[in-house]
């Protein structure tokens, strides 16, 4: 038979043992793993290529309990009971996947070094655990999580770290009939800062000599991680060990954004304090007291370490909302500015599924670490990533080799023409905080476009990137639908609170365009 480009004479052996077994009643099956047709063959060239060995996989996982029995039944059976070899081929060739790529590697390096283990001990865990999980089985979790509203999990982390008396709370705001109450940690003057985003104002300074957080990993926080990176790989979330900013200390006033940052690294974050969100929502959704956070009760277990910014490795990053001017409309009504939200897509490493504005983005540097410190870098960088179609920025994709990624010549043309004259781009942040989900530092920002003409030469041209399920529009003029856009339970807490400062500052700045309820804050 001919195959297709680039099968082997391997891979098509796979696909016949296959479908013969769906020809004898296994109907389910073809996801026989390439483990079993190794045995059939009885030599390793008769793998098939990564790409069938996925599909097959996949399929077999999502195959019912009998079916999966009955696999079972006839692989002992094809390969003389010896189930156990098998089970260590399956094991071995998920080690060669993890050795071979380096952002892997980089986590499993870290992790053998933090808990103290010989080299490679964390490779063969995570190998060990990625052939026992059953995918199904997660995002049936996956949808637990998503059951447990932002309100919840706002209350639950009030009833964790109690309160303080000393000007420090948790964001909570009162918009028309809604009454939101957040995770977001902050006092009154990291509130209402309408601070332009450029050089002068926006002042974060970047610490070479700041030392690495000396984290241990005892054996509980060890097989933590270790899960959390067999989970991520089999579901296919997305990550690159690019490295992070982490907040060192904070000078936050009016106008002003100021404070030092260090460096660490994205799978440092993601095996340590983003375990933090997961932990919390599945004793919520299990019913388990929220006191019962082992995970918690480590890396953030009171408001002191909340604030001890830089004794901790305090990681976070920067989310907006953007209003673009639209002139009046016999169909849609009188003049308004657009708002957009999005539903965060699956496969991001946090607020999966939860409603947030956009663009939102971790603060991390491209090529210039001390120049991109500043928060409005990270989110005119994000604009274009996530807003304006930038692939080439996004460091999920692939390596980044540009010296100027945000070089004028760079630019796609919608953000060229926000640039091109100074005031057609106004970016301000609205505030400050930590949210105590997992202790990540948050600047929400409001981005304004109050020229028309960009909304009619470039609105079509806005599509949102891989991060987001959907992207949403709302009318600033409709104070209906954004009272009950406020009030959605979906919302991460960090994107309610940008919403709500970005609302308050647009009633301030917007005129005639803005239509919406008062918004009054305290600090709970």
Known sequence: MTLPNGWTGADACALQDALRLSQEGFADL?????????????KPSSRPKPELQQALDTTLDRASDEVKARFAEARAGISGGATAPVMNSAAADAEQRLAADPNIVAALDWLDGRAAREPGAARRAVASRLVQIDV?????????????DQGTVAQALASYYGHRSDGYGRYAAHFGGVEADTSIFTRADWLDLACPMVAAHDRLTLERAAGDVQLTLDEEAFDQAVQRLAESLSLGVRFMNMPLYRLLSVDIGPQ?????VGLTSFVEYIVTMDLLEGELVDALSNGTKSGALPLRDRYLPDLDSVLDVGGRLTAGGTLALCAFARPADPFRGPADYVLLVQERSGHVINAARRLAVIP???????TDFRADAQVGATMRRE???ELFGRHDIDNTVGDQRSADPMHPSRLSEPMRWLLGEPGRLRMESTG?????????FEFPLLIVVDDEEFWQRYGGQIEANWETANLRQYSSADAELVEELAADEAWSNEGLFALLQGLRRLKEIGGSRVNVPTIEWEIR
């Open 432 to 440: 400050f905080g930590l949210n105590l989900v997992s202790g990540n």
């Open 256 to 260: 002003s954004i100021g404070g030092s």
């Open 360 to 366: 939102k983005g971790f603060h991390q540097p491209l």
């Open 383 to 385: 604009m274009e990533e």
């Open 136 to 148: 199904n089985a997660l995002r049936d979790r996956g949808s637990r999580r998503g059951r447990v």
């Open 30 to 42: 073809l996801g026989v793993h390439w483990r079993t047709v190794g045995n059939w063959h009885k």
